[in-house]
């Protein structure tokens, strides 16, 4: 049986979710919560060192990141297939999921969401408790940059870079899907469940307004909710306590990141 290390409201971990509802896997949960550490307990580092989710234990094999997990899942359950037959579309395909590697989920997506509402999760514990958690992450540069978004928030070093960030990957998403109705090509792949968690995470976060003048964005992410795979990976873990926090605090901040847009 396949064990999926999880956390009901990663992006990371419902990207993997997503690639296993679009296979018809089935997998046993092992839900981890991440605002208790579950991830940087000694057991849960030998099969992650980053202390990160997700990892998946399959026949006995550990497969870490979630990147390398889809197409491990891909190449070992190949039908239906979820990676583009022509070269040049598999490559626009790993541009796609290479992008999120290379930093707009490091730092575009965990500063957006820690610095408009995880923090307060955070901070709500105290500072000897918030900085236990965030002392024991054990990559040095996260670690800094997670203490920078928990206590300074919008005003955090790298919060203006996120915003830019976004701002340049929504407006590539919507010029891309001006040729093709996928983001590789015309036919869905694991390109557009990468990306499901991040269009998901706006919505969450109460920016949503970010695409409102980018029809074939907002048109794609219609299409990608009304996909039975959305309901097993993204509605059905949905956490309320999460989602209210990142709904209200969201709507209060979104004047503030589109003056930042504006001046970008
Ligand atoms: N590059 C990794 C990133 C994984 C990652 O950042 N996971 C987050 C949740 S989305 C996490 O586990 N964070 C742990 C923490 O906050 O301490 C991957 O793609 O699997």
Known sequence: ML????????TCAQKVRLTLA?????????HLDLR??????????KLNPRGVVPTIVDKGKVVRESTVIMEYLDDEYPNPS??????????????????????????ATATLSMGIAFRFQYLEKGQEACDALINRIPDPIRRERRRDVIYNGVEAREFK??????????????????GSRWLADNNYS??????????????HLNVLDWIATRPRLANWYERIRARPSYDSAIRQW???????????????????????IDEL
């Open 36 to 45: 208790a550490g579950d991830q940087q307990k000694p057991e849960y580092l």
């Open 82 to 107: 979820l990676r583009p037959l022509n070269s040049h579309a598999r490559a626009q395909m790993r541009l796609w999921t290479k992008r999120l590697d290379e930093g707009h989920h490091d730092i």
């Open 22 to 30: 679009e296979k018809g896997l089935t997998w046993e949960s092992r």
């Open 3 to 10: 064990e999926l290390y999880h956390n009901d409201m990663s």
């Open 190 to 203: 694991l390109a557009d469940a990468a990306y499901t968690p991040y269009l998901t995470r706006l919505d």
């Open 238 to 260: 949905e956490n309320r306590a999460y989602i209210d926090l990142m709904n209200t605090k969201g709507g209060e901040v979104w004047p503030r990141i589109k003056r930042m």
């Open 161 to 178: 870079t996120a915003v830019r960030m976004w701002e340049a990957l929504l407006t590539d998403m919507e010029k891309i899907l001006g």
